[in-house]
């Protein structure tokens, strides 16, 4: 019991000191810009031993852009961060974008990365400007979010009407 604990807390202190990489910086920037190299999307990972948060996937890896090729590439039992350019139309027909920052944390994810990724987000989010935070546990409701025509909807649960 006290190797593991002890184990669990110095893997949790070095995602206190998880700073954005160098080449995360640059990614974040391509995704925020407009131009040739812009990306839609990007998807970061902690590297616990390197205590630092690093690119792991990007919309340029990937053939499916949009939100659906940031949800197919999200690992199911891993916590991920993303940063999504949301481009829409408003109501008078104009199209406007919107960055979010999406913490992904699988309710089934190994509870150490849940503790881990919990830790370094508010830093890692206040360190990136323009955004707007948005959490999921679920794949289907990042998809639902963004109007996906990928996404399904919810079913009402016929438990929850039972006494």
Not at 11 to 17: E, I
Not at 47 to 58: F, N, R, S
Not at 65 to 78: A, P
């Amino acid at each position: 019991f006290g190797v593991c604990r002890l184990e669990l807390s110095v893997t949790m202190s070095s995602a206190t000191f998880a700073s954005p990489s160098q080449d995360t910086k640059k990614i974040f920037k391509r995704v925020k810009l407009r131009g040739k190299k812009k990306l839609d999307w990007a998807i970061f990972k902690i590297d616990v031993k390197a205590g630092e948060i690093v690119p792991d996937l990007t919309s340029a890896d990937e053939k499916v852009k949009g939100i659906d090729g940031l949800v197919k590439c999200l690992h199911n039992l891993q916590p991920r961060y993303a940063v999504f350019d949301h481009e829409f139309k408003t109501k008078d027909g104009r199209m406007t974008s919107k960055l979010f920052f999406i913490a992904f944390t699988p309710d089934n994810a190994n509870q150490t990365d849940r503790v881990i990724y919990s830790q370094a987000l508010k830093p890692f989010r206040e360190s990136l400007t323009g955004i707007h935070p948005a959490s999921f546990t679920e794949k289907n409701e990042i998809l639902l979010k963004f109007g996906s025509s990928n996404a399904q909807e919810e079913e009402e649960d016929e438990d929850e009407d039972f006494d």
